[in-house]
C-alpha cells in the first residue's frame, strides 16, 4: 500500500477475499503496521533488529491461530482491488469469535471495520465474542459503540474478553 494513498472507501466494493499465498508479504507488513507505534519507543535498535522482530513475532502469531483456530477464516478485506486489511474468524458452536482484524492505518477511522461487524458478523444470528488489547482506546470505543460487553473481567491483564450481543441486549 502506498503511504501516501488517499483512495476513498466505496462501501458497495468493500468484499472479503481468501488469504493467498502471495499475500504472505502484504500480511507482514499489515502486522508491522500495527506494531510501528510500539517499536518507535526502542530507538537502540536499528531497522534491521525492528524487522526481524516483526517477523518472528508475525510467524508465532500465525501458528498460534493455526493451531488454536485451526478451522478459521482467515480473509484478506479489499476495497475494490485495493487490500486495507485482514480478518480472522471462526465459528464455534453457536458463536462466531474475530480471532483477529487489522486496518491499514491509512484506512482506519473510515468505517470498514464497523461496516464488516454489522454487515458480515451480526446477521448470521451468533453471539460474537473477540479478544481486545486493554490499551488499544481506539478498537475498545468501536466494540462498545457497536453493543459489545466485557464478558470477563478479567480475562487477561492485557485484554478484554467481549461479547456481542449483551445479556441485556434486545433486538
Not at 526481524?52 to 482491488?81: D, R, V, W
Not at 492505518?105 to 481486545?132: S, Y
Not at 453493543?147 to 450481543?165: I, L, R
Amino acid at each position: 500500500i502506498d503511504e501516501k494513498c488517499t483512495e476513498k472507501i466505496h462501501y458497495d466494493t468493500l468484499r472479503l477475499r481468501p488469504v493467498r499465498s502471495e499475500d504472505s508479504e502484504y500480511l507482514l507488513k499489515l502486522y508491522g503496521s500495527r506494531r510501528a507505534k510500539e517499536l518507535s519507543l526502542f530507538n537502540d535498535w536499528s531497522h534491521e533488529q525492528k524487522q526481524k522482530f516483526i517477523e518472528m513475532q508475525y510467524t508465532l502469531q500465525q501458528k498460534h491461530y493455526k493451531s488454536q483456530f485451526p478451522n478459521a477464516n482467515h480473509s484478506i478485506i479489499m476495497n475494490g482491488e485495493q487490500p486495507v486489511g485482514q480478518i480472522h474468524l471462526v465459528e464455534i458452536l453457536d458463536q462466531i469469535r474475530i480471532v483477529d482484524i487489522t486496518i491499514h492505518p491509512i484506512f482506519q477511522r473510515k468505517g470498514i471495520a464497523t461496516f464488516f461487524i454489522n454487515n458480515t458478523l451480526f446477521e448470521r444470528n451468533k453471539t460474537v465474542t473477540l479478544h481486545v488489547d486493554k490499551l488499544n482506546v481506539a478498537a475498545l470505543a468501536l466494540y462498545e459503540r457497536l453493543g459489545f460487553t466485557h464478558a470477563q473481567d478479567n480475562y487477561h491483564e492485557t485484554h478484554y474478553f467481549m461479547k456481542w450481543p449483551s445479556n441485556d441486549y434486545h433486538l
